[in-house]
T-cell receptor, first 113, second 113 residues
Framework: KAGVTQTPRYLIKTRGQQVTLSCSPISGHRSVSWYQQTPGQGLQFLFEYFSETQRNKGNFPGRFSGRQFSNSRSEMNVSTLELGDSALYLC????????????FGPGTRLTVL | AQSVTQLDSHVSVSEGTPVLLRCNYSSSYSPSLFWYVQHPNKGLQLLLKYTSAATLVKGINGFEAEFKKSETSFHLTKPSAHMSDAAEYFCVVSDQGDYKLSFGAGTTVTVRA
C-alpha cells in the first residue's frame, strides 16, 4: 500500500507570493492533518480535515488555509508569504476523524526568499 | 491543554549500549502517547503508541516505552543502540477529546562507533 505522498518536495518562493502544497493520503484514509516544522518552533499543528470539512485548527494566521477534496486528497495554501514561513510542511493521514494514529508523508520543504 | 516535555535535547551513546529518551507529558484527559522518529530529510515514522492498554508498549526496531501515570512520564528505551538509530525522536501526546497531536521539541540521538 502506498504511503502518504506530498508534492512538490521542494519549493522556493519570494515574499508576498502565494503557494499551494498537495497531499495524497494513504488509500482508505479519510482524515488529513497538516503540520509546520521549523528549527525554532518545532512541529506545530496547522489543521485537520475530514470529509471535506475542517475539524480542527491550530494557532496560525488566516494566511494559512486548506481544503480537502471528495477523494480525501488535501491542499494547503499560504498567501502573502513571509520569510518566517520557510519550513518543512508535513502532511499526515489517518483512517478517520478521531483516529489519532497518523502516518506522515516526506514533507514539502518551502523556502521563502 | 496537552503538552510534552522532552528532557534531553541531545543524547549520545555508543553502539551496542542502551538508549534512554525521557519524556514527561501534561494532559487534561486520558492521553494517547506516541514516539515518532525522523531521519534526516525524511518524514516521521511511528515507533510505538500507548492508548490505555498495557503500560509497557513494544514498538518497532527493538524500542519500547513505559507509561507511568503517577510520574506523567513516557520514556523510550532500547537495550542496544545501532548506528541506524541515529535520528531525531519526538514524544507526542493527544488528548482523548482533541485528536490533534502535540509534539515535544525532539531529542537528537547520536550513535558512536
Amino acid at each position: 500500500k502506498a504511503g502518504v505522498t506530498q508534492t512538490p518536495r521542494y519549493l522556493i518562493k519570494t515574499r508576498g507570493q502565494q503557494v499551494t502544497l498537495s497531499c495524497s493520503p494513504i488509500s482508505g484514509h479519510r482524515s488529513v492533518s497538516w503540520y509546520q516544522q521549523t528549527p525554532g518552533q518545532g512541529l506545530q499543528f496547522l489543521f485537520e480535515y475530514f470529509s471535506e470539512t475542517q475539524r480542527n485548527k491550530g494557532n496560525f494566521p488566516g494566511r494559512f488555509s486548506g481544503r480537502q477534496f471528495s477523494n480525501s486528497r488535501s491542499e494547503m495554501n499560504v498567501s502573502t508569504l513571509e520569510l518566517g514561513d520557510s519550513a518543512l510542511y508535513l502532511c499526515a493521514s489517518s483512517l478517520g476523524w478521531g483516529d489519532n494514529e497518523q502516518f506522515f508523508g516526506p514533507g514539502t520543504r518551502l523556502t521563502v526568499l | 491543554a496537552q503538552s510534552v516535555t522532552q528532557l534531553d535535547s541531545h543524547v549520545s551513546v555508543s553502539e551496542g549500549t542502551p538508549v534512554l529518551l525521557r519524556c514527561n507529558y501534561s494532559s487534561s484527559y486520558s492521553p494517547s502517547l506516541f514516539w515518532y522518529v525522523q531521519h534526516p530529510n525524511k518524514g516521521l515514522q511511528l515507533l510505538l503508541k500507548y492508548t490505555s492498554a498495557a503500560t509497557l508498549v513494544k514498538g518497532i526496531n527493538g524500542f519500547e516505552a513505559e507509561f507511568k501515570k503517577s510520574e506523567t512520564s513516557f520514556h523510550l528505551t532500547k537495550p542496544s543502540a545501532h548506528m541506524s538509530d541515529a535520528a531525531e525522536y519526538f514524544c507526542v501526546v493527544s488528548d482523548q477529546g482533541d485528536y490533534k497531536l502535540s509534539f515535544g521539541a525532539g531529542t537528537t540521538v547520536t550513535v558512536r562507533a
